[in-house]
Nanobody, 120 residues
Framework: QVRLVESGGGFMQPGGSLRLSCSASGFIFSWHVMNWYRQAPGKERELVAGMATGGSRTDYADSVKGRFTISRDDAKNMVYLQMHRLKPEDTAVYYC?????????????WGQGTQVTVSS
């Protein structure tokens, strides 16, 4: 079955760095766009970063541009989110998402999420 398992979250002081990892299984990883979303308490889930198949394109939320970097390793079925210069407003549960569109139908797979807390 499809599994997305996030890791690497935790507590960090402002200005620090964290690297999130997402391990994927149960589907053809290289055929899917890989995204990181986050959801802060009382807020909607938002797209943080996304990477197209083959790494041909990346997209970032304005709030994280220049601080976060998404990458993927298709050989290992892994996607990463490197986060630098963390801010308290980055505090959220971060979710790994895989999205594929086949025969005009879109499939979305989600991980359970990993908590990131940025506080002094």
């Amino acid at each position: 079955q499809v599994r997305l398992v996030e890791s690497g979250g935790g507590f960090m002081q402002p200005g620090g760095s964290l690297r999130l990892s997402c391990s994927a299984s149960g589907f053809i990883f290289s055929w899917h766009v890989m995204n990181w979303y986050r959801q802060a308490p009382g807020k909607e889930r938002e797209l943080v970063a996304g990477m197209a198949t083959g790494g041909s394109r990346t997209d970032y939320a304005d709030s994280v541009k220049g601080r976060f970097t998404i990458s993927r390793d298709d050989a290992k079925n892994m996607v990463y989110l490197q986060m630098h210069r963390l801010k308290p407003e980055d505090t959220a549960v971060y979710y790994c998402n895989a999205r594929g569109t086949f025969y005009q139908k879109t499939y979305d797979y989600w991980g359970q999420g990993t908590q990131v807390t940025v506080s002094s």
